[in-house]
């Protein structure tokens, strides 16, 4: 009180205001942009058969074959597991138990519903099942990827349908799962496989074979085709296809009369019914892997991009065109990094309140991925993971958000990085850049909203592409500022 009543108010504190101190906005930081070729993309247990070849414009030809294991028991419709090993989605699916009587297998399919698609549909294609060799081995536990070589094949095809124009579409009258899309039926035809099926009619004869038994006298299958290189790539979804088999039976049993006398009438009946071989993967006992399955991948790239060749090559966009670009399942990331960001407080203390990464696709007829994430990069170009081994979970970049979801009506990302920037200007992060790729999502659950999987794994193994011109690529900063 003393105080006030002595001195001017007005000069309470005069000593930090007359300071320089304001808010500022800017979009014009310098962001520099170039394309990573990152390591081989996992595609063990991945969603989605991939299976085709397509033209991308830019990136060049990018081919794709699937080989899987089929089972007949003991297996679920899981194909996600987080974290702690629990499954995300459980749905029983039932072993395949043939009926007592006597039965013939009058036809098979192989039944698979669209799920992605990337390329031309209006392109027709020739869809084949093979069997694999009897030397062949897929091993549940072992890691595959996009370059691991593919298994060898017996010459005789299972089956084929010929010049399909591809329907990735929604069908109202189809129901093939939770998307309830259109689906591609191929017959199997090869009269050795029918046969074995039809052998094994009665799960209780000797004969018989069931789960590891069955697996290891059908090895697996691939899924190939045959078309122009500007078709499509077209991905059907593992969890929901299913190899149906069809038979038929007869039964016969005794109509009697109320005195049961002997004009009791015995009939015959002669029916039908299937069942499925599921391309699964976890045991419904134990959780465990049971089966495998992988997607092999192959890019012949074209223009700037064919430079990429090597693990961590780099082109900048100043070498392509001003054009940067991200295909996940080839191993393409964009790299970004802000040379001058630490500029911003050379002569002032500066303080983000928001800061926005915000990238918009070139569109061509493509499709783009439906998420993109931020991981922070090694300096040779590698993803950074938080052990001293490529085992190691994956670092997102820290912040409000690592991840963006696209937004038809505006053609954008948007990324919320403002903790991640204020980390770098603080010094508390010595980034290194981030690499943007699209990344493989858990769904959402009761104990955790729907997110990228952080486990060792996150890139996608879809044929997900998007590309940039890194001179529309913006960071957006909002600061408050106090000179020096």
Do not use: H
């Not at 993309?41 to 989605?48: D, F, G, K, Q, V």
């Not at 290189?229 to 059907?236: D, E, R, Y």
């Not at 071989?277 to 997607?295: H, I, K, M």
């Amino acid at each position: 009180m003393f105080l006030s009543a002595c001195e001017d108010p007005q000069e309470i504190g005069s000593e930090v205001f007359v300071q320089n101190i304001g808010v500022l906005f800017t979009d014009t930081l310098t962001v520099d942009a170039s394309t990573v070729l990152l390591d081989s993309i996992l595609t063990s247990a991945t969603p989605n058969l991939l299976v085709g070849k397509y033209t991308d414009p830019t990136l060049g030809l990018v081919e794709a074959s699937s080989y899987f294991q089929i089972s007949n028991s003991d297996t679920l419709r899981t194909y996600l597991f987080d974290v702690n090993k629990t499954p995300l989605i459980i749905a029983n699916k039932k072993d395949f138990k043939w009926i007592k009587n006597p039965t013939k297998v009058d036809s098979i399919r192989f039944i698979l519903p669209y799920s992605v698609y990337q390329g031309d549909t209006l392109q027709t294609q020739t869809f084949k099942v093979s069997q694999l060799n009897d030397n062949s081995i897929l091993e549940a536990t072992k890691s595959y990827f996009g370059n691991s070589d593919a298994p060898l094949l017996k010459p005789n095809l299972l089956g084929q349908v010929k010049n399909v124009k591809i329907r990735p579409v929604k069908n109202k009258n189809v129901i093939s799962g939770l998307s309830r899309f259109d689906t591609l039926r191929i017959p199997i035809t090869d009269p050795a496989f029918t046969n074995f099926i039809s052998s094994q009619r009665d799960s209780n004869k000797e004969n018989a074979l069931i789960g590891t038994g069955f697996k290891n006298k059908i090895r697996g299958l691939a899924l190939t085709s045959e078309s122009s290189n500007n078709a499509a790539i077209v991905g059907f979804s593992a969890d929901y296809s299913v190899m149906k088999v069809y038979y038929s039976y007869a039964y016969s049993y005794t109509l009697r009369n109320k005195a049961n006398t002997s004009d009791s009438l015995k009939v015959t009946v002669d029916s039908t019914k299937s069942n499925d071989l599921y391309v699964s993967l976890y045991s419904r006992a134990t959780g465990a892997l049971q089966n495998a399955r992988f997607n092999k991948i192959s890019t012949s790239r074209s223009g700037a991009f064919s430079k990429l060749i090597k693990v961590t090559d780099n082109i900048s966009s100043s070498q392509s065109n001003n054009q940067v670009a991200l295909q996940s399942s080839t191993g393409l990331a964009t790299k970004i990094k802000f040379p001058s960001l630490l500029k911003l407080k050379e002569r002032q203390d500066i303080a983000i309140n928001k800061a926005e990464l915000i990238l918009e696709p070139n569109v061509f007829n493509y499709s783009v991925p439906t998420d993109l994430v931020l991981i922070e990069s090694t300096p040779t170009n590698r993803l950074l993971r938080n052990g001293i081994t490529s085992e190691g979970v994956l670092q997102f970049v820290a912040g409000e958000a690592s991840t963006a979801s696209y937004v038809s009506k505006s053609n954008t990302y948007t990324f919320n990085v403002t903790s991640s920037l204020q980390d770098i200007l603080s010094g508390r992060n010595k980034s290194n850049g981030w690499l943007l790729s699209a990344s493989t999502f858990r769904e959402a659950t009761q104990n955790a909203p729907r997110g990228p999987l952080s486990g060792k794994y996150i890139v996608s193994s879809d044929v997900d592409r998007a590309i940039f011109d890194s001179k529309k690529i913006k960071l957006r900063v909002y600061y408050t500022y106090v000179g020096k």
